[in-house]
């Protein structure tokens, strides 16, 4: 079966450092990889997929960037965090007709 | 855009009450799913719909693709403490070189014991 993988569980940065999280998966190849990011709890926002390696799209214009070096790996970073970067970041992988979801992050930025 | 209307927003119920939630859009779709979401996880699959008209059980879940393509609902009977959470609609047209899912914004449940 396939697995979503993601690290940390919770994540405490300062105000203007830098940010890496990663997501992998296990079980498949070739996926399509997502970030959602979920604010107070609630609906999800999706803020990069990917298609492959190296081939990133952006819904929304933000602080955060995406890459995906490996088929399997999809990073999401920031050189500098905001404190509106704070939130539960959750990665999600497609194959064939279901999406399914990593047990997410939860970034607070102080 | 295409967006996905849930509602309601949330929900406080006694146990062993029916639960019943829906999500409608203006957009036509060829694939509903409702995702449970537990507090700090991810969203976690419940039920798919591929075909319009379809009505999926799963436990004490059901769900229904409506015939117009434009909806779907969840029901949960019976409901009990474990039920606690997040309730996520979501619809694609799979397919198409993305099939990203469209979400609606959720709704929350809390079943009193």
């Known amino acids: 079966s396939q697995t979503i993988h993601q690290w940390p569980a919770t994540l405490v940065q300062p105000v203007g450092s830098p940010l890496s999280l990663e997501c992998t998966v296990e079980g498949t190849s070739n996926p399509n990889l997502y970030w959602y990011r979920q604010a107070a709890g609630r609906g999800l926002q999706l803020l990069f997929y990917?298609?492959?390696?190296g081939q990133i799209s952006s819904e929304v214009p933000q602080n955060l960037s995406a890459s995906r070096p490996q088929d399997r790996q999809f990073i999401l970073s920031s050189k500098k965090l905001l404190l509106s970067d704070s939130g539960f970041y959750l990665c999600a992988g497609r194959w064939g007709l279901g999406y399914t979801f990593g047990s997410g992050t939860r970034l607070t930025v102080v | 855009g295409q967006q996905l209307n849930q509602s309601p927003q949330s929900m406080f119920i006694q146990e062993g009450e029916d639960v019943s939630m829906n999500c409608t859009s203006s957009s036509i779709f060829n694939t509903w799913l409702w995702y449970k979401q537990d507090p700090g996880e991810g969203p976690v699959l419940l039920i798919a719909l591929y075909k319009a008209g379809e009505l999926t059980s799963n436990g004490r879940l059901t769900a229904q693709f409506g015939i117009t393509r434009k909806d779907s609902f969840l029901n949960i009977s019976a409901s009990i403490p474990s039920d606690v959470g997040i309730y996520f609609c979501?619809?694609?047209?799979?397919?198409?070189?993305?099939?990203?899912?469209?979400f609606g914004k959720g709704t929350k449940l809390s079943v009193k014991p």
């Open positions: 979501a619809a694609m047209n799979y397919g198409g070189s993305q099939g990203n899912l469209i």
């Open positions: 990917s298609v492959g390696i």
